[in-house]
């Protein structure tokens, strides 16, 4: 399944793409590529079919020298004149691309054409500054498709190329993902092409014509001496090499490629690099893997375009399930409740959510609740006349953007702007506007995390090299996998209390019974991965004497290491915010409380460039 990248796209993101009818983003990015080329091999020898883009046209030699030169003029890589007096300055270096324009046809066509034993491979060659990367591929042709004699008509004609390959020239210093995802494209689009050429020849007509293309160019050239690029011609009459040229551009601005080879097969793809982005840098894909294999069932899944826009944007055949979620999907619903909601398994919802982020179309959030603090991203666009304060304005009349920034200079929570004398329909404004900010990245959320840090005694050495942490003393409770959560329902979004999943760990179920000599031996054995001066000094807090609230204390004492917010045990031990905040409170003295980003999708909330 793929999208459009242009529909519904804002006109402020769509300037960011207005600059691929020049050539300004293809200098110096690691993520586009160089060039597009396409090569063949048959019983004709090894052709170079189509380049993109074209190599640049040299100048007759009689042109460059009836140009009238000042002796103080720069000379440049194309100018190579001589220089009587011997005072010219050094030529300065060819860029990647200049590299990619000095490789003739015929030598390309060379190196790129592969032998057949390599074909259905990863094919990748460095030359100098230049790393080409493609997958050779086989022409196997059926055995219908024979020469014969008594039927003369064209569709039997046995055709002479061998194999193909589509190639992306990228930098040598590109980024090893970038490669995968360079190989990726060109073995899709090869597997496309091989498909029609058996269904329908479709790549040996294309192929003859972009060669007749070339001989008439090349005859052209001979006859009136002028130098031309066949490429340019070849354009406008194969679909082939417009589908490679649309590649080429889209990879290099949105790196969203949607191609119908043939207008039959479709070949969708998404380059990671150039949709998530911090700043001037991309996203790493490992990172974003690593983050969405780390969603949990009570994370949210915000879309970042309407509903209606992102419906318009999929293909006929796209799946129903990713319809009804996109249709029941609300920042204030976590992907549990979602799940109920749309009437698909959870595991279903987390690999649709994780489809819609990879593409750029979601983001991960925690769902909106009165007690979530927000503050203002380090990284938000702040100016008084930005375009997203004019779209701000607009879709809410009466306020503007910078006013609404400053109310989360500071952390807040969103139940702080809560006015019982104001109408519900103030509230759900307030709720659509956060919503609107946290699309654009302008807000990031705060998560509270407990940690354990007991004062050493004195006399007592601090910590030594070959002492354990205590994350590793306490040791950490496996929590289960997505697949394997147990269902519930949430309820008041103020005190989220959801089911738990089954936990295998001792420490996730205490029996009732008050101080019953059961309930002791389990606390004493969770306090045990404790030094002898850590438990005396919790055993010595008065909250302790209670023997519930140090029994909750040794149940969630694995969380108290800064790795697990608020919200996270709240959902795996199923608990409410005011009991936890309590327990807090009640052991403050040996207790560090914090607020920062949930490392999970603080990625998601980073501004797009």
Same mark, same amino acid.
């Given at each position: ?244 040229? +649309? ?105 649709? $959510? ?34 997203? $304060? ?15 920034? $400053? ?46 840090l007991v004062a050493p005694s004195e006399g007592e050495p601090g910590l030594r090299d070959e002492d354990p942490p205590l994350a590793a003393r306490v040791g950490g ?56 001066? +850590? ?75």
């Amino acid at each position: 399944m793929t999208f459009n990248p242009f529909a519904g796209l804002p006109e402020d993101r769509k300037s960011l793409y207005s600059q691929s009818q020049n050539g300004v983003y293809r200098t110096g990015d690691k993520t586009s590529p160089i060039s597009v080329i396409l090569v063949s091999s048959g019983s004709r020898g090894n052709k170079l079919l189509f380049r993109y883009p074209f190599q640049r046209v040299p100048e007759c030699p009689s042109s460059v020298t009836a140009k009238q030169r000042s002796p103080y003029a720069l000379i440049t890589t194309g100018d190579v004149v001589e220089d009587p007096d011997g005072d010219s300055r050094e030529q300065s270096p060819l860029t990647d691309e200049q590299l990619v324009e000095g490789f003739s046809d015929i030598i390309l066509a060379t190196i790129l054409a592969t032998k057949s034993e390599m074909c259905g491979k990863k094919f990748e060659l460095k030359i100098d500054n230049v790393r080409f990367v493609g997958h050779p591929t086989l022409l196997q042709h059926p055995s219908i498709i024979q020469v014969s004699k008594t039927d003369p008509s064209p569709k039997r004609e046995m055709p002479t190329m061998i194999l193909f390959s589509v190639v992306f020239a990228l930098r040598a210093n590109a980024d090893p993902s970038v490669i995968s995802c360079m190989h990726n494209l060109s073995r899709r689009i090869a597997i496309a092409m091989q498909h029609e050429e058996r269904r329908c020849q479709y790549l040996t007509r294309e192929a003859k014509l972009m060669l007749a293309v070339q001989d008439e160019i090349t005859t052209v050239t001979e006859t009136d001496g002028s130098p031309q690029s066949p490429f340019r011609q070849i354009l406008p009459k194969c679909k082939l090499a417009r589908d490679l040229k +649309e590649a080429y551009d889209s990879l290099c601005t949105t790196g969203v490629v949607r191609l119908h080879i043939n207008n039959w097969l479709e070949v969708s793809f998404c380059l990671p690099h150039k949709i998530h982005r911090i700043g001037g840098a991309y996203i790493p894909p490992e990172a974003l893997e690593r983050s969405l294999k780390a969603i949990r069932p009570y994370h949210a899944l915000l879309l970042l375009e309407s509903e209606k826009a992102l419906l318009s944007q999929l293909p006929l055949d796209c799946s129903p399930a990713m319809v009804r979620l996109i249709k029941t999907c609300s920042a204030v619903k976590n992907l549990q409740q979602l799940a109920q909601d749309a009437d698909l398994a959870l595991l279903q919802i987390f690999q649709i $959510a994780a489809h819609l982020v990879y593409w750029g179309k979601a983001i991960i959030i925690y769902p909106l609740c009165e007690n979530n603090v927000y503050m203002l991203s380090p990284h938000a666009n702040i100016c008084l006349y930005s375009p997203l $304060a004019e779209q701000f304005a607009q879709q809410f009349a009466g306020h503007d953007l910078p006013s609404m920034l $400053a109310k989360f200079s500071l952390p807040v929570a969103l139940a702080e702007f809560r006015n019982p004398l104001e109408a519900l329909a103030q509230e759900a404004q307030l709720i659509q506007m956060v919503v609107w900010m946290l699309q654009r990245r302008l807000l990031i959320q705060l998560h509270t995390y407990v940690c354990l840090l007991v004062a050493p005694s004195e006399g007592e050495p601090g910590l030594r090299d070959e002492d354990p942490p205590l994350a590793a003393r306490v040791g950490g409770r496996s929590l289960s996998t997505p697949s394997a959560l147990s269902f519930g329902s949430p309820t008041s979004s103020d005190d989220m209390t959801l089911t738990s999943p089954s936990m295998d760990n001792s420490s996730a179920e205490l029996l009732p019974g008050g101080d019953s000599p059961l309930n002791k031996r389990m606390t004493e054995t969770l306090l045990a991965s404790l030094s002898e001066h +850590e438990r005396q000094v919790i055993l010595n807090i008065p909250a302790a004497q209670n023997p519930e609230d140090l029994r909750m204390f040794a149940r969630l004492l694995h969380y108290f290491r800064g790795h697990h917010h608020l919200e996270e045990i709240m959902y795996n031990e199923n608990m409410r915010r005011s009991q936890l905040k309590t327990l807090f409170d009640k052991f403050r003295s040996v207790l560090v409380v914090t607020n920062h980003e949930d490392p999970i999708i603080s990625i998601f909330q980073s501004p797009m460039e």
